[in-house]
C-alpha cells in the first residue's frame, strides 16, 4: 500500500501533464460554457448615451414643481429631436434617449396628466433615473480575461458592448474504450456469463457535461489484438478513457497494449476507495486514464482525475472537483489505508449540508449509486467520525 499515491498527488501529477488546447474564434451564440483564451474589451460605453432608466417625463430640475407643456415624446430607439426650454416637458420611455436641456427624469407614477400638460406637485433632484453614459461600462474596459468561463451573464455582457466573437480553447475530443468480452449492448439478449455494457454511457455523460465530445467505440474482448486495435484509434483524440483491464489479473492487458504502443504511464494505483487500480498515461500530448471496470469505480475516478483533466484542458483556471463542507448524518469508520469515498444523499437545514450515506457502498453497485446526489471524502484514519462530523462533499 505504502506505493499508492494519494488522491490529491494523483491529481496533482494528472494536471502537471495537461496543455491547454489551442485557441479557436467562434461567434458569441456559439460560446456559451466555453473558456475565454484572451482578454476582450468593451467596443463602446455602456449605455452609450444619456438614458431614462423610468417611464415618465424628462424636465428641468429647476422648473418643478410646476405645471408643463408637453411638447414631445422620446421612446427607445426613437429620440426626440426636441431641445427642451424652461416650462416644458417631454414624455420620455424607459431606454430613450433624454433630449438635450432636460435634467432629470419624473415617474409617470408621481405625475398628473391633462392633456397635452403634465403637473408635478414636488421638487425632483437632478439626474434623478437618467442613466450616464459609460455608467455600467466604458470603452475599452475587460470584460473577460483568459480563463474566464463564459457564463450567460457574461455572454449577455459581451453581447451589450458589441463583441460578436471571442477567442475560446478548443473543445477536448474523448475516446472511451470499454473493455471485456463479457460486455454486450443494453437491449440485445445475453447469453450465459454475459452483462450489459454500461460504463460507456455513464462515462460519456460525464465528459459531455464537462463540455467535451465523446465518441464510444464498440467493447473490446479480452485479447491483446483487439485491445491494441482499440487504443491505436483512440489515440488520435485528446483524451483516452479506458474502462475495465487495469488490475493485474490474466485477462487486465489494457496497461500492457498501453506500454506497446508507446503510452507512458505516469502512475497507477491510487490510495482511495472505490478506484485504486486506476492508471494515467500521456502519448504526446494525448491523456490516458485507464479505469476501474467496477462502474462506481469508473465513475468516482471520472469525476476526481478524469473531469478535471478536461476543463484543465480548455483552460480553466480551477478544474479541481468542487467538494463543499458538509455535516454527517451517520457515524463512519474511516479506512487506514485508503481514502473512501462515499456515496450519500444530501438534504439541506439551517446548518447547511447534511450527508447520510446510503446502503450498498460496494463498488458494483451503480444502482444503489444511482440515488445519491453527494460524495462524501473520507480521509484515511483510525478514529470514528460521529454524526455530525465536518466532512466534504462533491455534489452528484
Same mark, same amino acid.
Given at each position: 500500500?505504502?506505493?499508492?499515491?494519494?488522491?490529491?498527488?494523483?491529481?496533482?501529477?494528472?494536471?502537471?501533464?495537461?496543455?491547454?488546447?489551442?485557441?479557436?474564434?467562434?461567434?458569441?451564440?456559439?460560446?456559451?460554457?466555453?473558456?475565454?483564451?484572451?482578454?476582450?474589451?468593451?467596443?463602446?460605453?455602456?449605455?452609450?448615451?444619456?438614458?431614462?432608466?423610468?417611464?415618465?417625463?424628462?424636465?428641468?430640475?429647476?422648473? $418643478?414643481?410646476?405645471?408643463?407643456?408637453?411638447?414631445?415624446?422620446?421612446?427607445?430607439?426613437?429620440?426626440?429631436?426636441? /431641445?427642451?426650454?424652461?416650462?416644458?416637458?417631454?414624455?420620455?420611455?424607459?431606454?430613450?434617449?433624454?433630449?438635450?436641456?432636460?435634467?432629470?427624469?419624473?415617474?409617470?407614477?408621481?405625475?398628473?396628466?391633462?392633456?397635452?400638460?403634465?403637473?408635478?406637485?414636488?421638487?425632483?433632484?437632478?439626474?434623478?433615473?437618467?442613466?450616464?453614459?459609460?455608467?455600467?461600462?466604458?470603452?475599452?474596459?475587460?470584460?473577460?480575461?483568459?480563463?474566464?468561463?463564459? /457564463?450567460?451573464?457574461?455572454?449577455?455582457?459581451?453581447?451589450?458592448?458589441?463583441?460578436?466573437?471571442?477567442?475560446?480553447?478548443?473543445?477536448?475530443?474523448?475516446?472511451?474504450?470499454?473493455?471485456?468480452?463479457?460486455?454486450?449492448?443494453?437491449?440485445?439478449?445475453?447469453?450465459?456469463?454475459?452483462?450489459?455494457?454500461?460504463?460507456?454511457?455513464? $462515462?460519456?455523460?460525464?465528459?459531455?457535461?464537462?463540455?467535451?465530445?465523446?465518441?464510444?467505440?464498440?467493447?473490446?474482448?479480452?485479447?491483446?489484438?483487439?485491445?491494441?486495435?482499440?487504443?491505436?484509434?483512440? $489515440?488520435?483524440?485528446?483524451?483516452?478513457?479506458?474502462?475495465?483491464?487495469?488490475?493485474?489479473?490474466?485477462?487486465?492487458?489494457?496497461?500492457?497494449?498501453?506500454?506497446?504502443?508507446?503510452?507512458?504511464?505516469?502512475?497507477?494505483?491510487?490510495?482511495?476507495?472505490?478506484?485504486?487500480?486506476?492508471?494515467?498515461?500521456?502519448?504526446?500530448?494525448?491523456?490516458?486514464?485507464?479505469?476501474?471496470?467496477?462502474?462506481?469505480?469508473?465513475?468516482?475516478?471520472?469525476?476526481?482525475?478524469?473531469?478535471?483533466?478536461?476543463?484543465?484542458?480548455?483552460?480553466?483556471?480551477?478544474?479541481?472537483?468542487?467538494?463543499?463542507?458538509?455535516?454527517?448524518?451517520?457515524?463512519?469508520?474511516?479506512?487506514?489505508?485508503?481514502?473512501?469515498?462515499?456515496?450519500?444523499?444530501?438534504?439541506?437545514?439551517?446548518?447547511?449540508? $447534511?450527508?447520510?450515506?446510503?446502503?450498498?457502498?460496494?463498488?458494483?453497485?451503480?444502482?444503489?449509486?444511482?440515488?445519491?446526489?453527494?460524495?462524501?471524502?473520507?480521509?484515511?484514519?483510525?478514529?470514528?467520525?460521529?454524526?455530525?462530523?465536518?466532512?466534504?462533499?462533491?455534489?452528484?
Amino acid at each position: 500500500m505504502n506505493d499508492l499515491l494519494s488522491v490529491a498527488e494523483a491529481l496533482a501529477r494528472v494536471l502537471n501533464r495537461v496543455e491547454p488546447l489551442d485557441a479557436e474564434r467562434v461567434a458569441l451564440t456559439s460560446a456559451s460554457s466555453r473558456v475565454s483564451a484572451e482578454d476582450v474589451v468593451s467596443a463602446v460605453d455602456v449605455p452609450p448615451f444619456r438614458s431614462s432608466s423610468m417611464d415618465g417625463y424628462a424636465v428641468r430640475a429647476a422648473d $418643478l414643481p410646476a405645471r408643463l407643456a408637453i411638447v414631445d415624446r422620446a421612446a427607445a430607439g426613437r429620440p426626440s429631436q426636441a /431641445t427642451l426650454t424652461s416650462g416644458q416637458a417631454i414624455e420620455i420611455s424607459t431606454g430613450a434617449v433624454v433630449p438635450d436641456g432636460a435634467d432629470t427624469v419624473v415617474p409617470i407614477e408621481r405625475v398628473e396628466v391633462d392633456g397635452d400638460a403634465v403637473t408635478i406637485p414636488e421638487p425632483v433632484p437632478t439626474r434623478d433615473n437618467i442613466r450616464e453614459p459609460g455608467g455600467d461600462v466604458e470603452a475599452g474596459s475587460t470584460l473577460v480575461s483568459p480563463g474566464d468561463v463564459l /457564463t450567460p451573464a457574461r455572454l449577455g455582457a459581451l453581447a451589450a458592448c458589441g463583441v460578436a466573437s471571442v477567442l475560446v480553447h478548443r473543445v477536448p475530443h474523448v475516446t472511451i474504450v470499454v473493455t471485456g468480452t463479457e460486455l454486450r449492448p443494453p437491449g440485445v439478449q445475453l447469453a450465459p456469463g454475459q452483462i450489459y455494457e454500461s460504463n460507456g454511457v455513464m $462515462l460519456a455523460a460525464v465528459m459531455e457535461e464537462a463540455g467535451a465530445t465523446v465518441t464510444r467505440l464498440a467493447a473490446s474482448e479480452d485479447t491483446e489484438d483487439a485491445h491494441a486495435a482499440s487504443l491505436e484509434e483512440a $489515440l488520435a483524440s485528446d483524451v483516452v478513457v479506458t474502462s475495465g483491464g487495469v488490475s493485474v489479473g490474466p485477462h487486465d492487458l489494457v496497461r500492457r497494449v498501453q506500454a506497446r504502443l508507446g503510452v507512458e504511464e505516469v502512475f497507477w494505483g491510487v490510495a482511495m476507495r472505490p478506484g485504486k487500480p486506476l492508471a494515467f498515461g500521456c502519448r504526446g500530448r494525448t491523456l490516458v486514464f485507464g479505469l476501474p471496470g467496477n462502474p462506481v469505480s469508473a465513475l468516482v475516478g471520472a469525476l476526481l482525475f478524469v473531469r478535471p483533466a478536461l476543463l484543465a484542458l480548455v483552460g480553466n483556471p480551477d478544474p479541481a472537483p468542487p467538494f463543499r463542507p458538509g455535516i454527517l448524518a451517520a457515524p463512519i469508520q474511516p479506512r487506514p489505508e485508503r481514502d473512501d469515498f462515499v456515496r450519500a444523499r444530501v438534504t439541506w437545514s439551517d446548518e447547511g449540508a $447534511l450527508v447520510q450515506p446510503i446502503v450498498g457502498q460496494e463498488s458494483h453497485m451503480i444502482m444503489h449509486t444511482s440515488a445519491a446526489t453527494g460524495l462524501v471524502w473520507i480521509p484515511r484514519g483510525v478514529g470514528a467520525l460521529e454524526a455530525g462530523s465536518r466532512v466534504r462533499f462533491l455534489p452528484l
